[in-house]
């Protein structure tokens, strides 16, 4: 997954820096913080809000975080690889990514309709996780 991220960059053209590096692993392994949880977490290794907001811009631009609204009105982020697919549940926030694409076509079809040159997709998908949804009654029923 690194390889592929430092592949990305070099692609993108943006710099490898350590402590953009460490902003793409935070959200890597939490996906669906916001910039200012990601921040919080962050200040422990010495890296500084201002820091971690530019990280987050050039990363997204760069197709390596993908922002998405959720529940609560702000903005959360998730550590991509270019394209993607999220499912984001609405009640616990979880975020996981689903590999299989079957957009191919769709995105042939939306190009021959709208005389677009399409460059890709990022989709992101929401609904209740099966936890989320097992935990009300199961845990009343106890
Ligand atoms: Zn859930
Ligand atoms: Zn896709």
Redesign the pocket.
């Known amino acids: 997954m690194e390889s592929r991220l430092a592949e990305i960059m070099r692609e993108k053209g943006i710099r490898r820096t350590p402590q953009r590096l460490a902003v793409w692993r935070e959200f890597s392994r939490r996906p669906g913080l916001t910039i200012r949880e990601a921040a919080r977490r962050l200040e422990a290794a010495g890296i500084g809000q201002a820091t971690v907001y530019r990280s987050v811009k050039a990363l997204e631009g760069a197709g390596l975080l993908l922002g998405f609204p959720a529940p609560g009105g702000e903005l959360r982020y998730a550590a991509v690889l270019g394209h993607a697919h999220l499912l984001v ?1 609405e ?2 926030g ?1 975020v996981t990514q689903f590999g299989e694409c079957r957009l191919g076509d769709y995105e042939t079809e939306v190009q021959r309709k709208t005389g677009y040159r399409i460059s890709g997709h990022t989709l992101v998908i929401y609904g ?2 099966p ?2 949804q097992e935990g009300g009654d199961s845990a009343s029923k106890r």
């Open positions: 549940c009640k616990c979880r209740v996780c936890h989320c």
